[in-house]
């Protein structure tokens, strides 16, 4: 038996070569490479091609090298009754941290307004920072990564809250649950932050609606999916002044075409969807205990619930 | 006896009201008023005007609202023997560390190269960030805030250093002491953050000799004071890509001017001079302890030592 591995963002084969290692009893083969497809009884994927899974009738799970599985869920030639595993946190809440935490320094500090005076060549001084006790950041999810990022906001200092479909429990963090609760949860919000899975539930989730219930001048980081934010609201909001900005991500088309009118706004920031890339090491230790509680017919941890879409 | 307030930072009389109120035996007189000069005792100052003290012969101190008093040490009416008391951390530790985080941050996660591909409308896909055990901060100065600023970068698992005249201790944080071991203090630094009192011996310390000591494409956070950087000497490092940024709050001359090649620089963010305001209530506290000090003739903490000049 085999496994078959595609990923389209491992150009070095670094974390195929890490795997290797940390399966020696297995043989992981590199997709076009399949040798008998009938002996694929596994595999591991970010983005395969539409073919991938052509012939892969022996398949016991795909093991997703993302913790987002909104694109394989997609896949045209994906079965609907094969099981999925995706990753938990490995590692990345550590570098979403990183992202949202500076993304609301940045707005608790005012940077938006800063920069846009020192534009103007103007001496901003009447610019004023509320404590970090009273700045408030609300979260969409509290999955393993949400949780990670609710955690190193609160050791900041700041007011956390966070949303998410069931009931949940962070230390320190004020939880809320379900679409009854949501506008009580966005009311108070200096920052919003997205970090929820893509399904058709949260699909458009930060629109006009949403951004009306938040405070105005409000701030919107988005690190989760391109597809949770419908563009020409956010670019509404902010011209109207009901948003003061926005630290961006991800974005409907990757790349963000050149002529897409976030580039020049003065009140959005751009990176390139690498908030949280999946680190190598951990990604694979993750996959390779997720194999091995398949080999004992374990349940993995990560295993996807397909009715709930993550 | 009363005592005589000026502040070039209280419009509202915010300070004064709040001083009034911690000491409701005392007289505190707010200049021009002055009642007889020779009954005022101490005077409580940021900025005062240059005739400020004339006929206050009977004055025993002089209180900073400010923890940086190169200004008042040069104030043309000030005696040479008359002892100053500046602020301690009184609140302005936390603000200066959301600061240096936000600066640490915007270099840490090569937010320079990212905001000029924005410009470029180019998805900088090839940026790589390093992880925060390996990003090394370093902290000129180990004062009461800069110690605060080093404590919270820690905390955010930042590799932190500081470097200060004479040898100090911070849990986590390697410290390094005297001229003699300022170069292998800057030798690993990826962000620089000048924490230093302005003083004959630290003036003009952010120049090309220590910028050329640290690794190339270093960024630069400027909190302290305008004197302490020369700033051709930093347009020439940027320019040359010895440094990859700047984050500065404090200038040579204040309000920057309009025509001031800073404003425009595509890798300076500036900010004015509003890092770590001194919060109302907690330096009023300060002060007034100071005063109840002075009045049971004991020395109050952070009475100046003229010879170090902070």
Known sequence: VSI????????????????????????ILAWPERGDPAAITQAIVWLPPDDFFDGL???????SIAAGVDNLLLHPGLSPSLPIVRLQDAG???????????????????????LLAQR????????RTRSAAKFNVGILGAGAIGRVVAERLHANGYAVSCWSRSPK?????TCYAGEAALNDFLNPLQVIVCMLPLTDATRGIL??????ALPVGAYVINPGRGAHLVENDLLDALDQGQLSGALLDVFATEPL????????????????HLAAPSPVRQSAEQIATSLRCIARNETPPGLVDRDQGY
């Open 4 to 27: 078959l591995y595609y990923s389209a963002g491992d150009p070095e084969g670094r974390l195929l070569a890490k795997l290797r290692e940390l399966l020696p009893a297995e043989t």
């Open 57 to 63: 009738d022996n398949l016991t799970h795909v093991l």
């Open 92 to 114: 990345m809440g550590e570098k979403m941290a990183e992202y949202v935490l500076y993304g609301t320094l940045h707005a608790h500090r005012q940077m938006p307004d800063l």
């Open 120 to 127: 103007e060549r103007r001496w901003a001084r009447e610019v």
């Open 169 to 173: 429990e962070v230390p320190g963090v």
């Open 207 to 212: 629109n006009k609606r949403l951004f009306s």
């Open 257 to 272: 075409p050149a002529e897409h009118a976030f580039w020049n706004h003065e009140r959005i920031m751009i990176t390139p």
